[in-house]
């Protein structure tokens, strides 16, 4: 079966519920009726429920920029898997490089969170990728060996099959720089390969591996025409409705 690909927005910290809404209003009818791809929004804490009620029988799922690997518990200013389910979000992302840059998130935080949102039904997307350093040093392959190896320890085959990874190569995210769709294709390839390592050849062939990083409309019909790339993970091109329908429908 080939993979069904995933088109996802990451709105960072940016709109209020107000701006949210009036995003709703003019994106849903431009991708009104497309079943090629799914299509996720990740919002802001406090967008999740303007969000969620607006896309309300449409074909469009929202989730969580972040959560707590502690189901409840005394963690000021997180939020729990609990919390993110009680609102109607179906989806999350895990280990972002700006949690791991900004806020210190390890590969071992990354595991638990990955724990908790298969435990809870909410489908995480495993978020990795390399800095500028590392590339220029030849050390991608051993980074994002070492990262999803991290974030998968023990998962077991059977309880994987939600998980989706979006490689995103730090040095691309925000600057305009976007790996060329061969490297972004050569990534995926070292990703796919250590997944089969880990928990099999089956599992690796089903695993939805997502770009992100300076995707654009111009940039992206070349990006995911590779057979390797499964789909986006999108910036700043995804807070205005129209750029982000137009990498929707590529």
């Known amino acids: 079966m080939p993979r069904k690909a995933l088109i996802a927005a990451n709105w960072k910290m940016y709109k209020t519920p107000g701006q949210a809404q009036s995003f709703m209003d003019t994106f849903l009818p431009l991708v009104a009726g497309h ?8 919002p802001s804490p ?3 429920p303007t969000v969620v009620s607006a896309a309300e029988g449409a074909n469009v799922a929202v989730g969580a920029q972040n959560m707590h690997f502690a189901a409840e518990g005394a963690y000021t200013g997180e939020t729990s898997v609990l919390q993110l389910k009680a609102v109607g979000a179906t989806h999350t992302l895990i280990g972002h ?27 995480p997307i495993v978020c990795v990728g390399e800095v500028l350093e590392e590339r220029e ?15 998968f320890a023990g998962i077991a085959p059977g309880a994987a099959t939600p998980i989706v990874v979006a490689y995103e190569p730090v040095w691309a995210i925000g600057t305009g720089r ?7 294709a050569e990534a995926h390839h070292i990703l ?6 880990l928990l099999g050849a089956e599992v690796a062939a089903a695993m939805r591996i997502l770009y992100g990083g300076s995707v654009k409309p111009e940039n992206a019909t070349a990006l995911l025409a590779q057979d390797e ?9 995804s807070l205005k409705s129209d750029s982000f329908a137009a990498i929707v429908q590529y």
């Open 46 to 48: 406090v967008l999740l």
């Open 97 to 123: 490089s700006e949690r791991r840059q900004y806020f210190a998130e390890s590969d071992a935080i990354v595991n638990k969170k990955l724990h908790t949102a298969l435990q809870h039904g909410v489908v």
């Open 137 to 151: 040093a030849g050390h991608t392959g051993a980074v994002l060996k070492t990262q999803i190896a991290g974030a």
């Open 35 to 42: 079943t090629r791809d799914e299509i996720a929004l990740f």
């Open 192 to 197: 796919r390969a250590e997944v089969a390592r």
């Open 229 to 237: 790339i499964d789909g986006a993970l999108v910036g700043g091109a």
């Open 178 to 184: 976007t790996a060329t769709p061969e490297i972004a």
